[in-house]
């Protein structure tokens, strides 16, 4: 027999048995008030069984659009935690700049550094800071703890510093408040090491004594605290080469302050003027 | 079907009947022999038939008798269902086919009473499961079943004789 024409007897067949079972149920159930209640309770259950496997197939065809609306709640907490971060790391670099010796000559600009390279031997850092914030070229970053670096390059929102652990960058330092100044440059070897050149052989220190700012330059506030002598070495039998170990940890560094230099633009054209007429 | 089965049928209807009025043994015991009825409704009858013959059996018991109204029609139809499969799974394909009437010496009583319990099984556990209601715990259920399917296997032979005669 072709198999169509099995199949339509025996869908037939299954008819006839559902109607009068049906039929059956329905006659037991108004007949019957314990075979009611049972009934009902079995139809419940049945109803809840099917409605709960509905709607988890339902739920199933669904996650596409709950995945959709999570991925946009998702979206919405992360710039709200955004947010949130970037007001507290504008406190955290407020707090900073406020823990700065300040002086009236310079201007402070609290930012979080972005970038910051420490394994090379040309370091460098990005911060949160640029020209639209007021950062210039050749201004200061500083910490309570020390030097980090110069600003090399501004863009509107962001500026590109040279680190202080970089062999171009030389600052001028004191020895104590009140000591010989000479020039402090990194000692390329470690993230806290650093050397103190052209100290007269007739200044005295002791090792641990302070090593601060001078404010000879026109980049960086004077008497901010640098980190102390080490051990020392006289050159050309002249000068005193001294290893400074910096107060900074460049391995922990993540707020900086922007130290501009107010009378920077009048101290350098009244240089170059001089140095002009010295030409003359 | 022949005029003598119908006829047997009915009195047996009838028999099955005054039974449930009036043999009441205990409440563990259910005795029937509507499923052995509707086992051997002739083979000729399609499935369908053989489930309308069972659902007017079992409606005319529960009319008469003092059942709740449906209870045996709704264990029997079952049983008219299962019967070619359970024909085809004791007794072979053949008989099916050739659409034989069925009877303890075509067969052989092993393999009929193989039948009888089958659908005696399959009409008490319907019958005792929406008879309880929910209400009787299982092992009740299990034992009402129990000594019913023996004494409605024993009941089944008794008439099997008159329902499935050797027509050879």
């Known amino acids: 027999m072709p198999k169509e ?48 496997g509905a709607q988890s197939v339902l739920q199933y065809f ?27 790391r504008d406190a955290r670099a407020d707090s900073l700049a406020g823990m700065l010796v300040r002086s009236d000559d310079f201007r402070y600009i609290p930012a979080t550094i972005v970038k910051l390279s420490r394994n090379r031997q040309h370091n460098y850092l990005i911060i949160d800071k640029g020209s639209e914030d007021g950062v ?9 703890s020390g030097i980090v670096g110069i600003v090399d390059a501004v863009e509107k929102h962001y500026s590109y510093a040279i680190s202080f652990m970089n062999p171009e960058i030389s600052i001028s330092a004191r020895l104590g408040t009140e000591g010989a100044v000479g020039p402090l440059s990194w000692d390329g070897k470690s993230r806290r090491g650093a050397v103190l050149k052209e100290i007269p052989l007739q200044f005295k220190f002791q090792p641990g004594d302070t090593v601060f700012t001078s404010g000879y330059s026109a980049i960086f506030p004077p008497d901010i605290p640098l980190g102390t002598t080490g051990e020392a070495r006289i050159v050309n039998g002249a000068t005193n080469e001294i290893s400074v170990n910096l107060f900074q940890d460049f391995s922990t560094l993540k707020y900086a302050v922007v130290v501009e230099n107010i009378g920077r633009e009048e101290i350098t054209s009244l240089e170059i003027t001089a140095y002009g007429e010295e030409k003359q | 079907m022949n005029r003598n089965f119908i006829l047997v049928y009915i009195l047996l209807l009838a028999a099955q009947m005054l039974l ?21 409704i002739p083979l ?39 019967r070619n499969p359970v024909i085809r799974l004791v007794a072979g394909n053949e008989i099916i086919e050739k659409k034989d009437n069925l009877s303890v010496p075509k067969i052989g009583l092993a393999k009929f009473s193989t039948a009888i319990l089958m659908v005696q099984a399959v009409f008490l556990a319907i019958y005792i499961l929406a008879d309880g209601a929910g209400t009787r715990s299982l092992a009740f259920n299990g034992i009402r079943f129990s000594i019913s399917w023996i004494a409605g296997y024993l009941l089944s032979l008794l008439v099997v004789g008159f329902l499935a005669p050797d027509d050879r």
Not at chain 1, 136 to 144: C, M
Not at chain 2, 59 to 66: E, I, K
Request: with cysteine.
């Open chain 1, 5 to 52: 024409r099995k199949i339509i007897p025996a869908v037939f067949t299954l008819a006839v048995f559902i109607i009068l079972e049906i039929a059956s149920l329905r006659m037991v159930s108004s007949n019957g008030s314990l075979q009611r209640i049972w009934l009902a309770r079995q139809a419940h259950f049945f109803q809840a069984k099917v409605w709960g």
């Open chain 1, 62 to 88: 669904s996650l596409g659009k709950q995945n959709k609306a999570l991925a946009e709640e998702n979206h919405k907490l992360l710039l709200a935690l955004g947010e949130k971060g970037a007001a507290k």
């Open chain 1, 136 to 144: 210039h070229l050749q201004d200061g970053i500083v910490t309570p």
């Open chain 2, 20 to 40: 449930s009025d009036f043999v009441r043994v205990s409440p563990y015991v259910t005795l029937s022999i509507l499923p052995v009825m509707v086992l051997c």
């Open chain 2, 44 to 82: 000729r009858n399609s499935p369908v038939t053989a489930m309308l013959i069972a659902f007017a059996t079992g409606l005319a018991v529960d009319f008469f008798s003092d059942g709740v109204l449906g209870l045996n029609a709704l264990a029997l139809v079952p049983v008219a269902a299962l």
